[in-house]
């Protein structure tokens, strides 16, 4: 992780919170149902930023008690008076990176955070927290006892959401290889059964959740809702206008003011991100939105043959009466192929 000085994290926390009071605006007419900091290392910022951020917050009517709050915690070097802050301030659900409870398999990720920090800083969030998230990797490390880590990991919270991500290699040198496609999927069938058996339930393709507990923030995405991101390469959508933007990663250029562009998504790509997105998670989509989102029919952008025989195949659902298309189980498995037909037979 690339340190900062406090001079320098103290402008980064100005320029956000001016950036957010300049363009809240565009999600005018739309409920805020979501607070999020993530995309990085949030838990380097200060409490007074975070006490700062809950007063702008109520400036421009955003409730905390109707809203969920979350953020995105390295669980390394986490002061208790930093966590009891952000309570105090609103917050109200935790997401953790985890990864893994194996110190070995941490190092070979260039993880920071080792088993020893997981132990003494989780059990203080479940202290303060409910609602507590966390990411899990998995695809890597052979002969890995998947069980036995979460196991581990629950002993210390009693945690309300999981998301399991397929490990992708990054590039740098001696980053851990890629295992087989066969180990990787015992893997994800040993985070499942577990996640089973604690009372989770599989709402999207990589996340579990108590019910009740879904991610509200990740299902805005999910279900083509409005997003307002604001920092070094954060984006946004505003669905009533159709337009997507993001900053540069550079975050010195954000603080100046520079390296945000913008752009309007063609119709074929708003019908892409909307198939992309909404048949990821267990509910579906309902196509009886489409032309209030795009201005025709599902069927007249999208043929009606391809879907039909994607459900004669066995890997999608349709429901003609309630207009809901979802992927059965054997389609989530392999959601990309199903993806593929569907963008093949996409007319526009």
Not at 112 to 129: C, E, G, H, S, W
Not at 197 to 203: D, E, L, P
Not at 209 to 224: A, C, D, P, Q
Request: hydrophobic share 40%.
């Amino acid at each position: 992780m690339t340190k900062f000085s406090k001079t320098a994290l103290d402008e980064y926390g100005d320029a956000l919170l001016n950036e957010l009071e300049s363009r809240f605006n565009e999600l005018s007419g739309t409920k805020t149902v979501s607070v999020y900091f993530g995309g990085g290392s949030p838990s380097v910022m200060s409490e007074k930023f975070y006490m700062r951020f809950a007063e702008t917050a109520l400036k421009l009517g955003i409730n905390p008690d109707s809203c969920e709050w979350t953020v995105e915690i390295n669980p390394a070097d986490i002061g208790e008076s930093w966590i009891k802050n952000l309570k105090n301030c609103g917050v109200n659900r935790i997401s953790l990176g985890i990864q893994a409870f194996d110190d070995t398999i941490l190092a070979e990720m260039g993880r920071r955070t080792t088993v020893a920090d997981m132990q003494k800083n989780i059990p203080l969030f479940a202290k303060y927290f409910d609602n507590i998230s966390c990411d899990f990797i998995y695809g890597l490390g052979k002969n890995r006892k998947i069980n036995q880590e979460l196991t581990k990991v629950f002993e210390l919270a009693s945690f309300k959401h999981l998301s399991a991500y397929s490990y992708s290699r990054p590039e740098r040198k001696n980053a851990p290889e890629l295992l087989d496609e066969e180990e990787t999927l015992l893997q994800e069938k040993a985070i499942r059964d577990f996640l089973q058996k604690k009372g989770f339930s599989r709402y999207e393709i990589s996340n579990y959740s108590i019910k009740g507990f879904e991610s509200r923030h990740n299902m805005l995405y999910w279900t083509y809702g409005s997003w307002l991101g604001i920092g070094a390469g954060a984006a946004s959508f505003i669905r009533k206008t159709g337009v997507s933007s993001r900053y540069a990663d550079d975050i010195e250029a954000f603080v100046s003011g520079d390296g945000l562009s913008s752009w309007e998504l063609t119709l074929r790509e708003k019908t892409e991100e909307f198939l992309l997105m909404g048949l990821r998670v267990k509910i579906g989509i309902n196509i009886n939105n489409f032309r209030g989102l795009f201005g025709k029919n599902f069927f007249e952008l999208i043929s009606e043959k391809v879907v039909s025989d994607l459900v004669s195949d066995g890997f999608l659902d349709f429901d003609e009466a309630s207009g809901i298309l979802k992927c059965t189980e054997k389609g989530s498995n392999f959601l990309n192929a199903v993806l593929i037909k569907l963008f093949d037979g996409i007319i526009c």
